[in-house]
């Protein structure tokens, strides 16, 4: 009898054994699968539009006249397609940032307080992509009329 407990034993163990075997086996092939790779989405064409302007379209007051336009766009754009025009008539200067997505407009001299200006900007992008439409901007330069740092606390 004593012997068949320890036979029975023996076959606990073995079948243990077996089960963990197993399982360790199981355990080792699915960390050796490499994971699915899955495609690389195809890159959608960036079509060439102005992002922002700063200051925001049509804004009065809190514009410095010395301060130039900035006009931020999707794509680089080609500085020899730029055509730039003002109303009324302004003398102004161009330039772009590093990347050439950024173009900042300057009046020569400053911007006449309490004017309203249009300026119209038309350019291409490098790779030739046009606007949907000339951007028609309108803004005005003034002083900031009141500022929490014209205030004495009293």
Request: charged letters at 20%; hydrophobic letters at 45%; a positive charge.
């Amino acid at each position: 009898m004593l012997n068949k407990i320890l036979l029975s034993k023996k076959r606990l163990i073995f079948l243990a054994l077996f089960v963990i075997s197993v399982i360790s086996l199981v355990w080792l092939f699915s960390l050796s699968k490499k994971p699915a790779i899955s495609p690389t989405p195809t890159p959608v064409p960036t079509k060439f539009e102005l992002i922002k302007a700063i200051p925001t379209n049509g804004s009065k007051n809190l514009f410095p006249a010395t301060s130039a336009i900035e006009f931020d766009f999707s794509k680089q754009i080609d500085i020899n397609t730029l055509v730039i025009t003002s109303t009324p008539k302004a003398d102004v200067a161009f330039e772009t940032d590093q990347g050439g997505k950024i173009l900042f407009i300057r009046a020569l001299g400053g911007w006449r307080l309490a004017t309203t200006y249009e300026i119209t900007v038309d350019v291409v992008s490098k790779d030739k992509d046009k606007l949907p439409e000339n951007i028609i901007y309108t803004f005005e330069a003034n002083i900031p009329k009141s500022s929490q740092m014209d205030e004495i606390p009293r």
